[in-house]
């Protein structure tokens, strides 16, 4: 199984400053990552998949990159909204095997 | 566009089966193009896919769940189902039902339903 490990576990940030997520996968999964938002009583709402692609209706702000292990998603100015919960998800390999992070919350400073 | 909306007991006793329904509207499951997921998120562990289904009804399921687990589909009810047998408290979690492209990410999710285990 591939385990993604997400880090920090808890990232504080100021409105308007830059937040910096990591995802790092156990072994390579080439750029079939994809990352969620999740609000408090919401599902996880899918934010960049290929791990650089922005998912339709997503604010330029959010950008996504990386591949192999080490993944970086990027909110280059933080809005009040984006405070929320931030996942990981592989979804490589055959046969499918999808496994998610344990999770960012990303909190205001 | 696409609304899923899971349904079934919220309630389940330990050693039973656990079963849940997805309803699919604004959109048909025997179109094609599309694959369906349940999803779980337990309150501590985060979260953990438990299997895909294709219209036609090939499934892929978490090797963890495997022995437990069954996804089917009703393509005229426009509706997939999830069985998970033996349960334990363990199984307590929301559980989503999710579309995605391929065997991959996924990209509409239902709004969950809460199951607890417990007698």
């Known amino acids: 199984e591939v385990v993604m490990t997400q880090s920090p576990a808890t990232l504080s940030v100021s409105p308007g400053e830059r937040a910096t997520l990591s995802c790092r996968a156990s072994?390579?999964?080439?750029?079939?990552l994809a990352w969620y938002q999740q609000k408090p009583g919401q599902a996880p709402r899918l934010l960049i998949f290929?791990?650089?692609t922005r998912a339709t209706g997503i604010p330029g702000r959010f950008s996504g990159s990386g591949s192999g292990t080490a993944f970086t998603l990027t909110i280059s100015s933080l809005q009040s909204e984006d405070f929320a919960l931030y996942y990981c998800?592989?979804?490589?390999?055959?046969?499918?095997?999808?496994?998610f992070g344990g999770g960012t919350k990303l909190e205001i400073k | 566009q696409v609304q899923l909306q899971e349904s079934g007991p919220g309630l389940v006793k330990p050693s039973q089966t656990l079963s849940l329904t997805c309803t699919v509207s604004?959109?048909?499951?025997?179109?094609?193009?599309?694959?369906w997921s349940w999803i779980r998120q337990h309150p501590v562990k985060g979260l953990e896919w438990i299997g895909y289904?294709?219209?036609?009804?090939?499934?892929y399921y978490n090797p963890s769940l495997m022995s437990r687990v069954s996804i089917s589909v009703n393509p005229f009810k426009n509706q997939f189902s999830l069985e998970l047998s033996s349960v334990t408290a363990a199984d307590t979690a929301v559980y989503y039902c999710?579309?995605?492209?391929?065997?991959?990410?996924?990209?509409?999710w239902g709004q969950g339903t809460l199951v607890t285990v417990s007698s």
């Open positions: 999710a579309r995605s492209q391929s065997y991959d990410y996924f990209d509409s």
């Open positions: 604004g959109g048909s499951i025997s179109s094609g193009g599309y694959y």
């Open positions: 289904i294709y219209y036609r009804g090939s499934t």
């Open positions: 072994q390579s999964i080439s750029s079939d």
């Open positions: 290929g791990a650089s």
């Open positions: 998800q592989q979804y490589n390999g055959w046969p499918p095997r999808v496994t």
